[in-house]
């Protein structure tokens, strides 16, 4: 490659990424104001925290090898949706698909794809509700219509989740099965504890997400 033609690649990736960059923003903003809606509606906060991240570029190269994805921009596009992701972390079960809801149903969002894995957890113990969306994104060229994966879990189900991608990562996905097994009745630990907490609030509260009842 010429030093230009190496530049030029440099500029087409960066631009590529920056797009990524740009729709995570957009739906950033989405949740943001639905959280302050929320909170002043309803006297009440359904999330917990909320983070995102842009696939690296290695990470790209990764999936790219590992789905045998052709390498050129377009495939790319076309079959990696989550290198633009978006977390939010609920309170309850309840919420994660109130907000799931909420988003989806904008109309300037388009539903690509979902998994609910809360409701069909993964063999492991994995649990969260997934969204591929699509979102517009309006540069100085036109619009772009950006995908971004959305992953609605709550507190419980992110606790385990973490802790399972450490250990993941730790044994190099070789786990041994005893703490395989281990994983997974914790898993079901978190979910219960899911249902107490959702059943406690409710007893408090009334219907999750109204502002509380005054108690006698
Ligand atoms: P990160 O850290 O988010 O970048 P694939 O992406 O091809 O592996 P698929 O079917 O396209 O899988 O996507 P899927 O099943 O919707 O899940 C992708 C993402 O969900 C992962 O992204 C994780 O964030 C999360 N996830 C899915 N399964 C598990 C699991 O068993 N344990 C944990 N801890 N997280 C999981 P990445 O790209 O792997 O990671």
Redesign the pocket.
């Known amino acids: 490659f010429t030093t230009d033609e190496l530049r030029e690649m440099r500029d087409d990736l960066q631009r590529f990424i920056l797009e990524y960059r740009f729709g995570l923003r957009e739906v950033e903003t989405k949740i943001a104001i639905l959280r302050e809606e929320f909170q002043h509606a309803h006297a009440y906060n359904p999330i917990e925290h909320v983070t995102s991240?842009v696939?690296t570029p290695d990470?790209i190269v990764d999936?790219v090898t590992r789905?045998a994805i052709a390498p050129d921009f377009d495939s790319i596009r076309e079959n990696i949706t989550?290198i633009a992701?978006v977390r939010v972390t609920c309170s309850f079960v309840h919420d994660a698909y109130r907000l799931f809801d909420l988003l989806t149903q904008q109309d300037d969002v388009e539903l690509r794809l979902v998994?609910d894995?809360i409701a069909d957890p993964?063999p492991?113990g994995?649990k969260?509700l997934?969204a591929i969306v699509d979102v517009p994104v309006f540069l100085s060229t036109g619009r772009v219509t950006v995908p971004v994966?959305i992953?609605f879990r709550t507190i419980a189900m992110d606790f385990w989740?973490?802790l399972?991608?450490k250990i993941?990562y730790k044994y190099d996905s070789q786990v041994p099965t005893a703490l395989l097994d281990e994983l997974k009745d914790a898993a079901d630990t978190a979910a219960e504890l899911d249902v107490k907490m959702e059943r406690l609030h409710r007893e408090l509260h009334g219907p999750v997400g109204r502002g509380p009842t005054v108690l006698a």
């Open positions: 991240r696939k990470s999936k789905k989550d992701g998994k894995y993964k492991n994995y969260s997934h994966e992953q989740a973490s399972e991608h993941y």
